[in-house]
Every structure is written in C-alpha cells, then in structure tokens.
Nanobody, 123 residues
Framework: QVQLVESGGGLVQAGGSLRLSCAAS????????KGWFRQTPGKEREFVAA????????VYADSVKGRFTISRDNAKNTVDLQMNSLKPDDTAVYYCAASLGVPSTTPIRYDYWGQGTQVTVSS
C-alpha cells in the first residue's frame, strides 16, 4: 500500500519556523517529482513548492518564495519543507504529493497524496 505521511506541523508564532517532513512507503518513487500544497476551509488546494526527482529543479509559489525551502532525500524516500518567517496567512493544512515526471503546480497532476498536517501561525 502506497503511503505518504506528513509530520512536523503545529502551532507557531508569526516570524517563527517549522520544518515539515513527508515519508513515503509502499513503492519506489523513482522519477517522481514531489510537491507541497496547502488548503484552508472553503478554499481550493493551493500550490506551495515542488522539487524534481534529482532535486536539481525546484518551483515555489510567489507567496512563499524566499521563506520556504523544499528538499528531498531519495535514499530515505522523504521530502521536507523548511518554513521560515511564517505569517498568519500561512495557516493551513499542508499536504505532500508525488507526481510522475516534472514538478507541477497543478494538483491534478499528482498521483499520490498524504493525509495532511495542520500548521497554525498565530499573530
């Protein structure tokens, strides 16, 4: 059974940092790009960041550029999201996902999803 499991969410004050991690199991993800998305109640899932299989290509949403960093460790089958200078607007459930091919900003291109982890940033 393929699983993506996120961890590292929590409550943090504005200006603080959190590091999210996503562990994959159940299959190899060779050739898969990995991405992070976020969602708040009543809104569509929003792209945050994505990284290529090799790790050499990354894409970020404008809203997080310069504050968030995505990275991956293929030996451990993990992808991380380092979030710095957090703002209340970053509050959301964060999801990791896997997509065969190049990194994409579009949720429909992702084949596997985690269950999400809550990030709450207080002002």
């Amino acid at each position: 059974q393929v699983q993506l499991v996120e961890s590292g969410g929590g409550l943090v004050q504005a200006g603080g940092s959190l590091r999210l991690s996503c562990a994959a199991s159940g299959r190899t993800f060779s050739g898969y790009a990995k991405g992070w998305f976020r969602q708040t109640p009543g809104k569509e899932r929003e792209f945050v960041a994505a990284i290529s299989w090799s790790g050499g290509g990354t894409v970020y949403a404008d809203s997080v550029k310069g504050r968030f960093t995505i990275s991956r460790d293929n030996a451990k089958n993990t992808v991380d999201l380092q979030m710095n200078s957090l703002k209340p607007d970053d509050t959301a459930v964060y999801y990791c996902a896997a997509s065969l091919g190049v990194p994409s900003t579009t949720p429909i291109r992702y084949d596997y999803w985690g269950q999400g982890t809550q990030v709450t940033v207080s002002s």
